[in-house]
Structures are given as structure tokens and as C-alpha cells.
């Protein structure tokens, strides 16, 4: 079965400072990455996806992702964090040959203090 | 554009009743999922529907019976709620890809279920 998993449970983090998240996953074939988030008191919201071509993939707010097919890996990357990314983030990745269903990681909280 | 909807938002119920939970959404998408979310596992799919009248089984079924005799409805029912289902519900649709880039799901705001 394929899993996701999300290397820290919970970051914390100055302003400004700078992030990554780390993000692997079990599945040695063709995969669909996806980072959502989750603000507080609110829905899971895309971030990013990667199918194929350009590894470096942009998503809304600053964030990026690089996909790394040799380390099985898919790190959600910003270079100044500011207060309002304080949320929680997920990974989550679908092989397009088995079936429909998205694996979700565990999820990484990150708080952003001012 | 409402887009995904789920009610109730929070629902507090006791052992052994049933508990219906809702799910609507306006984009005509083929796919339905129903997930809960609990501390430390992420998000777990329960069920998941391809297209009306058809379901199927995800992670974590027992306990839960879904339905979709419209393509707009997804409702997740339990028949007799146990405190292990206190959780938060969400569900989500997606479109059924037909072009690369159109595999995303789209979340409702979830229903937070406690059961005494």
C-alpha cells in the first residue's frame, strides 16, 4: 500500500525565517503530488501540484515544491514565512494506475510567531 | 457559486444513534469523498463514489454507509455512532480528469461530529 510521510509534526518558526517541509512517499511509479493547507477553523485549501515536466513547481502565497523522483520526495519550500502561514499542511499523493484515491501525510503544523 | 457545502458544521450526538452527515456540491464533479481527520493520522478516506450509484470502500469503512443516488449528494451515515467516530468530517470532489492538471480535489468546510 502506498503511505506519505511528513518528517515533523510541528514547526515553529520566527518571521521571516525560511521553510521547508519535508514530504515522501512510497510509490516508485508515476505519482501526483499535492501540498494542501489547512488555516485554522478552516477548510483544506490547494497549495500546489506537481504532474509532470519543470520539478520546481510555484503555488499560491511564495510557496514552492521540488519534486526529487530519486528520493521519492515532494518538499514544500518559502523563503520568508510570515504570521498568517501559521496553519497546518499536508502532502498528499495520488498514482494515476491505481484507482482514484489521494494518500494524505500525516500533516505538519506550522506556527509562525510575530 | 457555493461550490461544496457540508451540514451540519458541528453535531454532537450519543452512542448508538444514527447520525447522518451532508455533503452537496454545484460543480457537477463525478468524484465524491468522505474523509475524517483525527490528531496525528492526517486525513483517511472512509468512501469514495465515482458517479451516481457508484461506491466504493476507502481506508477506514467500518461503521459508515454512504449513498449517491445524485450526482450533487454524497451523504455519510452511522448507523450506530461510537465515541472512536468522534472526528472531523470532510468531504471532497473532484472532476473526473480528463486532461492533465484536472486531478484536484476540492474540500468542503468539514463537520465536526462528537459523540458522547
Known amino acids: 500500500a502506498q503511505s506519505v510521510s511528513q518528517h515533523n509534526h510541528h514547526v515553529i518558526l520566527s518571521e521571516a525565517a525560511s521553510l521547508e517541509l519535508g514530504c515522501n512517499y512510497s510509490?516508485?511509479?508515476?505519482?501526483?503530488l499535492f501540498w494542501y493547507v489547512q488555516y485554522p477553523g478552516q477548510h483544506l485549501q490547494l497549495l500546489l501540484k506537481?504532474?509532470?515536466?519543470?520539478?520546481l513547481v510555484k503555488g499560491i502565497k511564495g510557496f514552492e515544491a521540488e519534486f526529487i523522483k530519486s528520493k521519492f520526495s515532494f518538499n514544500l519550500r518559502k523563503p520568508s514565512v510570515q504570521w498568517s502561514d501559521t496553519a497546518e499542511y499536508f502532502c498528499?499523493?495520488?498514482?494515476?494506475?491505481?484507482?482514484?484515491?489521494?494518500?494524505f501525510g500525516p500533516g505538519t503544523r506550522l506556527s509562525v510567531l510575530p | 457559486d457555493a461550490g461544496i457545502t457540508q451540514s451540519p458544521r458541528y453535531k454532537i450526538t450519543e452512542t448508538g444513534r444514527q447520525v447522518t452527515l451532508m455533503c452537496h456540491q454545484t460543480?457537477?464533479?463525478?468524484?465524491m469523498f468522505w474523509y475524517r481527520q483525527d490528531l496525528g493520522h492526517g486525513l483517511r478516506l472512509i468512501y469514495y463514489s465515482a458517479a451516481a450509484d457508484i461506491t466504493d470502500k476507502g481506508e477506514v469503512p467500518d461503521g459508515y454507509v454512504v449513498s449517491r443516488s445524485k450526482t450533487e449528494n454524497f451523504p455519510l451515515t452511522l448507523e450506530s455512532a461510537t465515541r472512536s467516530q468522534t472526528s472531523v468530517y470532510f468531504c471532497a470532489s473532484r472532476e473526473w480528469p480528463r486532461t492533465e492538471g484536472t486531478d484536484t480535489q476540492y474540500f468542503g468546510p468539514g463537520t465536526r461530529l462528537t459523540v458522547l
Open positions: 506537481y504532474f509532470s515536466g519543470d520539478p
Open positions: 460543480w457537477s464533479h463525478s468524484y
Open positions: 510509490y516508485g511509479g508515476t505519482v501526483n
Open positions: 498528499a499523493v495520488r498514482n494515476p494506475n491505481y484507482g482514484q484515491n489521494f494518500v
